[in-house]
Nanobody, 115 residues
Framework: QVQLVESGGGLVQAGGSLRLSCTAS????????MGWYRQFPGKQRSLVAS???????DYADSVKGRFTISRDDAKKSVYLQMNSLKPEDTAVYYC?????????WGQGTQVTVSS
């Protein structure tokens, strides 16, 4: 059974930075997509950034140029470096793994950006 454990959320002032980490346990397969989603209160989860097993990345328009996603397959981990944070980035951030068959989700980590 795949489990995803996130860390790195917290409270930061506008303009600051945070780095989210997510580590998977279990058999995740090699041809997978790992990514980060976020959920605002009362809204559905939406993609922040994703990275495929061959290094193709995708970003939401609202975070392009500010956030960077990376992965370390040896550690079964994915990271999200968030710079120039804005109050509107405040949300619960979820790690996601898609292995071609199903999605797995982390428990979520709160990111709060104060103005």
């Amino acid at each position: 059974q795949v489990q995803l454990v996130e860390s790195g959320g917290g409270l930061v002032q506008a303009g600051g930075s945070l780095r989210l980490s997510c580590t998977a346990s279990g058999s995740i397969g090699s041809a997978n997509v790992m990514g980060w989603y976020r959920q605002f209160p009362g809204k559905q989860r939406s993609l922040v950034a994703s990275t495929t097993f061959i290094g193709i990345t995708d970003y939401a328009d609202s975070v392009k140029g500010r956030f960077t996603i990376s992965r370390d397959d040896a550690k079964k981990s994915v990271y999200l470096q968030m710079n120039s944070l804005k109050p509107e980035d405040t949300a619960v951030y979820y790690c996601n793994l898609h292995n071609g068959y199903r999605d797995y989700w982390g428990q979520g980590t709160q990111v709060t950006v104060s103005s």
